[in-house]
């Protein structure tokens, strides 16, 4: 629900696709770090503290998590506002959340294929 709301919320509002990028990555962070520090408190799940990746933290939840969250909403939403408004794109204004998820996430695993991180793999 974090990251619509927060797309849905910077959509809204007008921003060009850079500050939406920026407001949605923000507000997804906020609505995902209170799930993100709470989750190891009532064992959703737990972080390995030998893992020199996850190491620095933000209470309990590591920053790397944090900046994930970030980065992926951000990216996701600037997909998606480039592919509405993008030149002859016909779509305007909003999409409904599911046509936002599935457009911008295909998008992002179609860049993440045709350029792949060694390190990821």
Request: net charge positive; with cysteine; charged share 10%.
């Amino acid at each position: 629900a974090g990251p619509v709301a927060g797309s849905l919320f910077s959509r809204a509002s007008g921003l060009n696709p850079y500050a939406q990028a920026c407001v949605t990555g923000l507000l997804c962070h906020l609505f995902y770090g209170v799930y993100d520090i709470n989750g190891p408190r009532y064992l959703w799940w737990t972080w390995h503290d030998g893992d020199p990746a996850i190491s620095e933290r933000n209470y309990i939840a590591p920053y790397g998590s944090s900046m994930w969250i970030l980065t992926y909403c951000g990216l996701q939403s600037f997909l998606n506002s480039w592919m509405l408004r993008g030149r002859g794109a016909r779509l305007k204004g909003t999409l409904p959340p599911s046509a936002h998820d599935v457009s911008a996430t295909a998008a992002l695993h179609t860049i993440l294929r045709l350029f792949p991180v060694k390190w990821l793999q």
